[in-house]
């Protein structure tokens, strides 16, 4: 198979061929992805929460992301993979933010990186956008400043609200991001904003009218049980699966079932003449 590119992912847009994106954190998740054809793998801060234990994505490092795309790039061949920069590393400036950003292509091998916000970030990522680095938007329910947000809540469900949204992934588009993550807004204001720019929108709940749609997979694989989204369908339940399988693993070591036989290396003779020789 051919490496996608950027460009492949803008062109889906209007096809119809909706685009599946997913996160990996590591590199046989990446593979996993990757053999499944999923278009984009998304190397997302919400490991901080899934992985490092978190209360949110906003402790997260960039030697955190950075030792994590690492990974994740081993198992990806065909994917875009795209890395999401942590809070406060392209807030600052504009050159701190093109340094960083760059770390993520030089460093990781990540295609693309993805940031949150708004009008406040139009002018770095045209700066990010004219230093060749490929860039995905993040509105609507942005994690890493949920807590100004008032917390984990849908977004632009009032007049004023819709028209900024609107206004913002605008914005962004003419600011040159290549895709826009739209996390949880209203399904025909999705529509609305997937329908006013050219540049493809990837939902999270976010209803079927964006031109992708993008899930934690941790979430949508039943594996992260602590807070799940109303909007995640659970495709497999693999919590209790794999308690099963340590349970029973613990058992068969408790009463000496494991290792039998034919799990271990059986010597013929005996040890004393072994020792002899
Ligand atoms: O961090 C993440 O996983 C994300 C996606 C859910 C869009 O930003
Ligand atoms: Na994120």
């Known amino acids: 198979g051919k490496k996608r590119t950027v460009r492949d992912i803008i062109d889906q847009k209007g096809t119809g ?4 994106m997913l996160t990996a954190y590591d590199a ?20 901080g929460m899934v992985l490092l ?15 994590h795309c690492r990974a ?34 030089k460093e990781a091998g990540c295609d693309a990186v993805k940031v949150e916000g708004g009008l406040e970030i139009c ?13 995905m938007g993040h509105i609507g329910l942005t994690p890493q400043t949920a807590g100004a947000l008032g917390g984990y809540k849908v ?4 007049g004023e609200s819709a028209r900024r949204l609107l206004a913002e992934a605008k914005g962004l588009a003419e600011a040159g991001v290549f ?4 996390e949880c807004i209203p399904d025909k204001l ?45 495709y497999a339940d693999l919590a209790p699966q794999i308690a099963g399988g340590i349970n029973a693993f613990r058992d068969e070591v408790k009463s000496g079932v494991y290792p039998d036989a034919e799990h271990s290396f059986v010597m013929q003779g005996e040890v004393a003449d072994l020792l002899k020789q």
């Open 53 to 67: 234990g978190y209360e949110s994505t906003v402790p997260v490092t960039m030697e955190e992301m950075l030792h």
């Open 72 to 105: 994740v790039k081993h198992g990806v061949e065909r994917a875009l993979l795209v890395g999401d920069m942590p809070f406060l590393s392209y807030q600052v400036d504009k050159r701190e933010a093109i340094a960083n950003a760059g770390r993520f292509l």
């Open 28 to 47: 046989s998740f990446g593979r996993l992805l990757d053999r499944s054809g999923v278009e984009i793998v998304l190397v997302g801060d919400s490991l």
């Open 190 to 234: 999705a529509g609305a904003i997937t329908a006013s720019i050219a540049i493809p929108t990837i939902g999270i709940g976010a209803g079927v009218q964006c031109d992708g749609q993008v899930l934690v997979s941790h979430d949508l694989l039943g594996m992260f049980e602590k807070f799940v989204p109303s909007f995640v369908k659970r």
């Open 123 to 135: 002018e770095t990522v045209a700066a990010m956008v004219r230093a060749g680095i490929p860039v």
């Open 179 to 182: 895709a826009l993550v739209l």
């Open 17 to 20: 061929d909706k685009i599946v």
């Open 155 to 158: 977004q632009g469900k009032d």
